[in-house]
């Protein structure tokens, strides 16, 4: 295994293509604000909070999304969610990222008092700020620091999840909770395409998220062809809790630039389908479409562990695969809180444990530059990664670091 420096881990320019706005608090943040609204914690203290409900490990995917249910009380509120986003930006560029994509379901913190286009600004507004406030900072030659918002959509929600769901599913009481949940997200793609439209609030795609098995990606082809058709970069979490399959519907039926996780990619038991018979074959098909449309993999190693009964090392996780076919991947941290953990963090385990040479550390640090949802005009997006170019350049060269 190639040896990196701490330091130039931490220094070198970083993307978090993949990271969830209500996984990602400050534990101390969570703790005040539910003081301060009078929200049940089942502990004040951060070390409680860890103990109990944020743990090293989970049973289950689903077990690891029952802290969202916690964070997300204390995000009903705009000025809540101004500092929740304020300080995720700040705490990203403290241990090098230049590039953030935060995503996060706006409908998770509607309500009657708080508008889809309110949560939004929010969010923008704290995100916008603390762009404001780092880039005074940064000498010219380096790479500033810039953000762009991907909204989410739920692939399955009951009424309990917020008073958004509760009150639409109200409305829709004749409807099956599956309509429900079709009418929820191509109201939320329509809301997304006009605010991407009408203000300068910096949302730069769209995704689907939740439960994966038994919510299939095609429920919600109707709202993806619509965010489509409007020239919206798309993601989806696929291949997480499922295998090829949920993968493949991402991308033919949700016309998706990157995948969420993708971990299920080379794992033929994780085929459902009886119709798919030769069942290496249907994955080497699959893995060479990818390949050849460089659908980057956003790649949360932490996280993965964490939520998979059957990764019992880090040596497991099919990131190797993912290497040895050539695929675009880019680490990422998926939730700060939730996974403790940091983009620095996400790249010092794959370089501890897979054969990565500099070369190909650099490769894969610059793809997430590349393959970002930019905010920016194609033009200054290439001047811009030029720029972090340059600079992971000068790194290596101060730290002897040869590609």
């Not at 070390?47 to 204390?74: C, H, M, Q």
């Not at 810039?146 to 009951?158: H, L, N, P, S, T």
């Given at each position: 295994?190639?040896?990196?420096?701490?330091?130039?881990?931490?220094?070198?320019?970083?993307?978090?293509?993949?990271?969830?706005?209500?996984?990602?608090?400050?534990?101390?943040?969570?703790?005040?604000?539910?003081?301060?609204?009078k929200i049940d914690l089942p502990s004040y203290t951060v070390e409680g909070l860890n103990e109990i409900v944020f743990k090293p490990s989970y049973a289950s995917l689903d077990e690891y999304l029952r802290g969202f249910g916690l964070t997300?009380?204390?995000?009903?509120?705009?000025?809540?969610?101004?500092?929740?986003?304020?300080?995720?930006?700040?705490?990203?560029?403290?241990?090098?990222?230049?590039?953030?994509?935060?995503?996060?379901?706006?409908?998770?913190?509607?309500?009657?008092?708080?508008?889809?286009?309110?949560?939004?600004?929010?969010?923008?507004?704290?995100?916008?700020?603390?762009?404001?406030?780092?880039n005074a900072a940064i000498p010219a030659d380096e790479p500033e620091f810039d953000y762009g918002i991907i909204v989410i959509?739920?692939?399955?929600?009951?009424?309990?999840?917020?008073?958004?769901?509760?009150?639409?599913?109200?409305v829709h009481s004749y409807s099956d909770s599956n309509e429900i949940i079709q009418m929820a997200s191509s109201e939320l793609a329509r809301a997304t395409v006009k605010l991407r439209n009408e203000s300068d609030v910096q949302v730069v795609a769209f995704d689907l998220a939740g439960s994966e098995y038994g919510y299939p990606a095609g429920d919600h082809a109707e709202a993806f062809a619509y965010?489509?058709?409007?020239?919206?970069?798309?993601?989806?979490?696929?291949?997480?809790?499922?295998?090829?399959?949920?993968i493949f519907q991402a991308i033919t039926k949700l016309h998706a630039d990157r995948i969420g996780h993708g971990m299920r990619l080379f794992d033929p038991s994780h085929i459902r389908d009886e119709a798919i018979t030769d069942h290496d074959r249907y994955i080497q098909q699959?893995?060479?479409?990818?390949?050849?449309?460089?659908?980057?993999?956003?790649?949360?190693?932490?996280?993965n562990l964490q939520t998979a009964p059957d990764l019992t090392t880090i040596s497991d996780h099919s990131l190797g695969k993912m290497l040895e076919n050539k695929l675009s991947v880019s680490f990422c941290t998926d939730n700060r809180l939730v996974s403790h953990t940091t983009v620095t963090?996400?790249?010092?385990?794959?370089?501890?444990?897979?054969?990565?040479?500099?070369?190909?550390?650099?490769?894969?640090?610059?793809?997430?530059?590349?393959?970002?949802?930019?905010?920016?005009?194609?033009?200054?997006?290439?001047?811009?990664?030029?720029?972090v170019i340059n600079y992971y350049e000068k790194l290596e060269r101060e730290f002897e670091l040869s590609t």
């Amino acid at each position: 295994m190639t040896h990196y420096p701490e330091e130039f881990v931490k220094k070198i320019p970083k993307t978090d293509l993949h990271v969830h706005l209500d996984g990602s608090l400050r534990e101390r943040t969570l703790i005040d604000i539910a003081k301060e609204e009078k929200i049940d914690l089942p502990s004040y203290t951060v070390e409680g909070l860890n103990e109990i409900v944020f743990k090293p490990s989970y049973a289950s995917l689903d077990e690891y999304l029952r802290g969202f249910g916690l964070t997300n009380k204390v995000m009903q509120r705009v000025e809540h969610l101004d500092q929740i986003a304020y300080e995720l930006a700040t705490d990203n560029f403290a241990e090098g990222v230049r590039h953030l994509e935060v995503r996060f379901a706006p409908q998770l913190h509607m309500s009657e008092e708080l508008s889809f286009s309110q949560v939004m600004h929010a969010v923008d507004a704290g995100l916008r700020r603390a762009r404001t406030d780092i880039n005074a900072a940064i000498p010219a030659d380096e790479p500033e620091f810039d953000y762009g918002i991907i909204v989410i959509a739920m692939r399955f929600f009951a009424p309990n999840f917020s008073r958004y769901y509760r009150s639409l599913s109200a409305v829709h009481s004749y409807s099956d909770s599956n309509e429900i949940i079709q009418m929820a997200s191509s109201e939320l793609a329509r809301a997304t395409v006009k605010l991407r439209n009408e203000s300068d609030v910096q949302v730069v795609a769209f995704d689907l998220a939740g439960s994966e098995y038994g919510y299939p990606a095609g429920d919600h082809a109707e709202a993806f062809a619509y965010v489509h058709k409007h020239f919206l970069k798309k993601t989806v979490h696929a291949g997480e809790a499922y295998g090829p399959e949920s993968i493949f519907q991402a991308i033919t039926k949700l016309h998706a630039d990157r995948i969420g996780h993708g971990m299920r990619l080379f794992d033929p038991s994780h085929i459902r389908d009886e119709a798919i018979t030769d069942h290496d074959r249907y994955i080497q098909q699959l893995v060479n479409y990818i390949a050849d449309h460089r659908t980057t993999i956003e790649v949360c190693l932490t996280s993965n562990l964490q939520t998979a009964p059957d990764l019992t090392t880090i040596s497991d996780h099919s990131l190797g695969k993912m290497l040895e076919n050539k695929l675009s991947v880019s680490f990422c941290t998926d939730n700060r809180l939730v996974s403790h953990t940091t983009v620095t963090d996400e790249i010092n385990l794959a370089v501890n444990n897979f054969r990565i040479t500099p070369a190909q550390l650099r490769n894969i640090v610059i793809y997430g530059f590349k393959r970002s949802f930019s905010y920016k005009r194609y033009p200054e997006k290439r001047e811009y990664v030029r720029k972090v170019i340059n600079y992971y350049e000068k790194l290596e060269r101060e730290f002897e670091l040869s590609t």
